[in-house]
């Protein structure tokens, strides 16, 4: 009896802080919308997002289930425990995926795990509003593979790829859910899945699902499916005219991207001395992309979600990745080792940044003093 009225009155208190939260998000909303000035729209948008974000009752899978008194039922496939849960929402955002029940219970499996917890900052980037209304679809069963950062190319790459492997292994009748891409469309088709099992979705749509499989840990990325990865693609693609493809690859960052390189014209000129192209990715399609980076023999490149395509470069060859000071993340190492590529990293010498999105430089020297080692002389003397 004792435990019972502890556990009203702690939900009570929950309840509370949600109404509270709910509310102040709406306020924040309002007084955001008629501030003067721009960098207080900024402010107060991030405080609505995190009342917003504390509005929410968060959960894991079997969390949900031991909290409403829901049979678990769940099974295992290859590295994965999947849970299936019924009568799900899942609202789609421009980072991510809200999946609830309609009463404000939300799976905290749609975003990556710290420990114990989830990141926050992965609920609080933007507004997400539980909508139940008008979904665009409704799904008799599915998984869903379209949640925080899987619409960019290393993440879905890395972390959907495999599922999507694993899953169609193991025999799944349902549908996948995956985000609206280009490059989504030319990754699910070269892997060999037909699309009339997908269900793709954009920024602001709703579906209901009435089997939704959900999975544990979905965010570990797959770094031992990557080789079943590359040859099913590789494989795929006719590489019949691949000596057409040039040798020497730069890989440009412009347009709407972060960590663009300020100086890329002088990095231009000095690569063009050693016989380089430079290509724009966006400016081609997946297919062409891998053709590029496993024709090369060197490649270098700014760091960014092209870098993926290292996963298709040959045996020998030489991958220079370039970094800002503020934000080095070589994620590429468990792939590129593993396939006898030869890995360099190149780091911006300026110590005074503080963004890790923002722009930087490529020291010329060093960059010259890598490629130097490989190439020997100019093309172009």
């Known amino acids: 009896m004792q435990n019972t009225m502890i556990e009203k009155i702690l939900w009570g208190g929950a309840f509370l802080r949600r109404c ?3 509310v102040l998000a709406a306020s924040l909303r309002v007084i955001k919308n008629i501030a003067p000035k721009q960098e207080w729209k900024h402010k107060l948008h991030l405080m609505q997002n995190h009342y917003m974000a504390d509005s929410y009752n968060f959960f894991f899978a079997p969390e949900y289930c031991k909290k409403f008194h ?33 009463k404000g219970n939300t799976l905290s499996d749609a975003f990556p795990r710290y420990g114990n917890g989830i990141n926050r900052d992965c609920v609080d980037e933007e507004y997400m509003p539980i909508r139940t209304k008008t979904p665009k679809v409704i799904i008799d069963e599915a998984v869903n593979l379209a949640l925080k950062w ?7 790459t890395f972390s959907v790829l495999g599922k999507l492997i694993v899953f169609e292994e193991n025999g799944f009748g349902g549908k996948y859910i995956l985000f609206d891409k280009p490059f989504i469309h030319d990754l699910v088709k070269l892997i060999g899945i037909n699309e009339d099992k997908i269900v793709f979705v954009k920024e602001n749509d709703c579906v209901f699902v009435k089997k939704l499989h959900v999975v544990e ?63 724009f990715p966006d400016d081609y399609s997946v297919t062409e ?93």
């Open 20 to 22: 509270t939260a709910s």
């Open 70 to 102: 829901i049979d678990e039922v769940s099974y295992n496939i290859k590295n994965y425990k999947v849970f299936v849960l019924n009568d799900f929402y899942i609202n789609y955002f421009k980072l991510a995926a809200l999946m609830h029940d309609g």
């Open 150 to 156: 899987e619409y960019n190319y290393w993440h879905f």
């Open 217 to 279: 840990k979905y965010h570990a990325e797959d770094y031992d499916l990557l080789p079943e990865i590359r040859k099913r693609i590789l494989n795929k693609i006719n590489m019949s005219d691949i000596n057409n493809y040039p040798k020497r690859l730069y890989i440009r960052r412009i347009g709407d991207y972060n960590r663009q390189v300020e100086n890329e014209e002088e990095i231009l000129t000095l690569l063009n001395k050693y016989g380089f192209e430079a290509i």
């Open 289 to 381: 992309q891998i053709k590029y980076f496993y024709a090369a023999d060197i490649i270098v490149c700014p760091h960014g979600g092209c870098s993926t395509n290292a996963l298709y470069m040959r045996p020998d060859t030489h991958f220079v990745e370039c970094f800002s000071y503020t934000y080095i993340n070589p994620c590429m190492l468990e792939t590129i080792q593993p396939n006898g590529i030869y890995y360099h990293m190149i780091s911006e010498a300026v110590l005074s940044r503080a963004d890790k999105s923002g722009n930087f430089r490529i020291n010329p020297l060093m960059l010259e003093d890598t490629i130097y080692k490989y190439i020997k002389q100019p093309v172009n003397v």
